[in-house]
C-alpha cells in the first residue's frame, strides 16, 4: 500500500467535510425520493417497477466517487459512502439502519475502481471504472436483496444496464463535471498537496 | 436497549431476511417493531408515513415479481412486498427507541468507533438547518441571473461543496481550539455499558428469528 504523498488518517475537518456534502446531497436529492415513489408509480402498471430504482442508483452512489476524489485516500469511497448512507439514516431516509448495508455495499463497490488503478489516477477514467464495479456489486447484492434472481434472463439484463448507464451518467459524468469546477477552483489544491 | 446492540441486531435481522425469503419471518418483525413503537408511544403519524411511504415500492414489486419472474411465483412476490415493509419498519423500531445524539454516543464508547467520526458527525449535523438555507440561496441568486439551477447541475453541487468546505475548515478549527484531539483517551460524564439484559433480549430475538426462518413455514 502506498502512502509515499500523504497520510490515510481521516482527519477531523475530512470526517466534517464528507458529512456536510452527504447532507447537502441528501437536501438536494430528497426530490430522488419523490422522483423514485413517482417512477415507481407510473411503471408499476407494466410490471417494470424495478427500473425506477436502477434508472435512479447513479443518484445515490454519487458520494463514494466523490468523497473518493475530494479525499484521496484508500477507503475514501467505501467510508463516504457510509458516512452518506449514516446521514440519510439519521435526517429521515425511509429505510432506517438498513441503509447502513446499502451505503456500505455501494461504497465498496465504488472503491474497487479506484483500488484497479491503485489511487493513482483520478479522472473520467477511475470514474468510468468506479461506475463499472459499482453496478457490478450493487447489482450482485440485489439479485438477492431486491428479488432480481428470480426475474427471466431478458429483464435482469436490461436492469444491468440501465443500472450501469445511471451510475455513469451520475456517478461518472456528473461527479467529473463537479471535480472539472473543484480544480478549476483550486481549491482543494492545498488539502491533497 | 443499548443503541449499539440494538444497531447490531437490527442490521443482522434485515441482513438475514434478505437472504431468506419467509413470509411470516417479515410479518413478525413488523408485528414485533408496531409493538415496540406503541411501547414508546409514537406519535400516530409516523404509523401512517410508515404504512403509506412503502406502499409504491411495495406493490411495484409484487405485480413485476408476479409478472415478470421466472416462475411467476405470486409466494415470492409476497415475499418481497413484506420484506419491503420489514425494512421500514425495522428503521422505525430503531429510530423509536434511540436518538442520533445516543447512538453516537454508545457507538463511540461500546462500538468503539473512532472519536474523529463520531464527533465529526455530531458537530456536521448541527448545520442542518444552514445547509437547508444555503440551497435556497445558491438556487435563489442563480435564479436572479436567470440561471435555473436543478439538481443534476454541477454548479449547484459545486456550489454546495464550496460551502461544505470552507465550513468544515472553520468547524474543525473551532473544536480543535476548543480542546478536541483526534482520537485521543476521553473521558466520559456518562459511561455507557451493554447491560446483561440487553444481550439475553437480543439473543433470544436472534434464536427465535433462526427458528421462524429454518422451520418451513410459508
Redesign the interface.
Known amino acids: 500500500m502506498e502512502q509515499d504523498t500523504h497520510s490515510n488518517r ?8 464528507m ?3 452527504a ?3 441528501g ?3 430528497f ?2 425520493g419523490f422522483l ?2 413517482g417512477l ?2 407510473l ?3 407494466f ?4 427500473f ?1 430504482n436502477d434508472i435512479l442508483l447513479g443518484l445515490w452512489t454519487m458520494a463514494g466517487p466523490l468523497a473518493a476524489y ?1 479525499i484521496r485516500k484508500v477507503g475514501a469511497a467505501t467510508i463516504g459512502e457510509i ?1 452518506a448512507a ?2 440519510e ?3 429521515g ?9 446499502s451505503g456500505f455495499i455501494q461504497g465498496f463497490g465504488s472503491e474497487l475502481g479506484f483500488t484497479a488503478t491503485l489511487y493513482r489516477r483520478y479522472d473520467l477514467f477511475s470514474l468510468t471504472l468506479s461506475a463499472l464495479t459499482t453496478t457490478i456489486v450493487t447489482f450482485i447484492w440485489d439479485l ?4 432480481y434472481g ?3 434472463l431478458w ?1 435482469i439484463i436490461a436492469l444491468f444496464i440501465t443500472r450501469l448507464l445511471s451510475t455513469w451518467i ?1 456517478g461518472a459524468l ?1 461527479v467529473s ?2 471535480t ?3 480544480d478549476r ?1 483550486h ?2 489544491d492545498h488539502r491533497n498537496a | 436497549m443499548n443503541p449499539t446492540l440494538l444497531l447490531l441486531l437490527t442490521l443482522l435481522v434485515g441482513l438475514e431476511i434478505s437472504f431468506t425469503s419467509v413470509i411470516w419471518a417479515n410479518v413478525v418483525i413488523i408485528a414485533i417493531a408496531i409493538v415496540v413503537m406503541l411501547r414508546y408511544r409514537v406519535h400516530w403519524l409516523t404509523f401512517v408515513r410508515l404504512l403509506l411511504i412503502p406502499l409504491i415500492p411495495a406493490v411495484g414489486i409484487w405485480f413485476s415479481i408476479r409478472y415478470f419472474s421466472t416462475a411467476h411465483s405470486v409466494h415470492f412476490a409476497w415475499v418481497m412486498s413484506t420484506r419491503i415493509y420489514a425494512y421500514a419498519f425495522l428503521g422505525g423500531l430503531f429510530n423509536a427507541a434511540t436518538t442520533t445524539n445516543a447512538t453516537l454516543a454508545s457507538l463511540e464508547q461500546n462500538g468503539h468507533i473512532p472519536t474523529t467520526f463520531v464527533y465529526g458527525m455530531l458537530g456536521a449535523f448541527n448545520f442542518v438547518p444552514k445547509i437547508h438555507s444555503e440551497v435556497a440561496i445558491i438556487r435563489a441568486s442563480a435564479r436572479m441571473r436567470g440561471v435555473n439551477l436543478h439538481f443534476w447541475s454541477p454548479q449547484l453541487l459545486f456550489k454546495a461543496i464550496v460551502a461544505a468546505l470552507n465550513w468544515s475548515e472553520n468547524l474543525a478549527e473551532a473544536m480543535t481550539s476548543h480542546g478536541f484531539t483526534e482520537n485521543a483517551q476521553r473521558t466520559h460524564l456518562k459511561v455507557l455499558r451493554i447491560s446483561i439484559r440487553d444481550y439475553v433480549v437480543a439473543g433470544i430475538t436472534l434464536v427465535v428469528l433462526q427458528f421462524i426462518l429454518f422451520s418451513h413455514l410459508p
Not at chain 1, 47 to 50: E, I, Q, S, T, V
Open positions: 481521516w482527519h477531523l475537518r475530512d470526517v466534517i467535510l458529512s456536510i456534502v447532507i447537502f446531497m437536501i438536494i436529492f426530490v430522488t423514485y415513489n415507481t408509480l411503471l408499476t402498471p410490471g417494470m417497477a424495478p425506477a475530494m458516512l449514516a446521514v439514516a439519521v435526517i431516509g425511509q429505510w432506517g439502519p438498513s441503509t447502513l448495508i438477492v436483496r431486491s428479488g428470480a426475474y427471466h429483464l451520475f456528473l463535471g463537479i472539472k469546477l473543484l477552483s481549491l482543494l
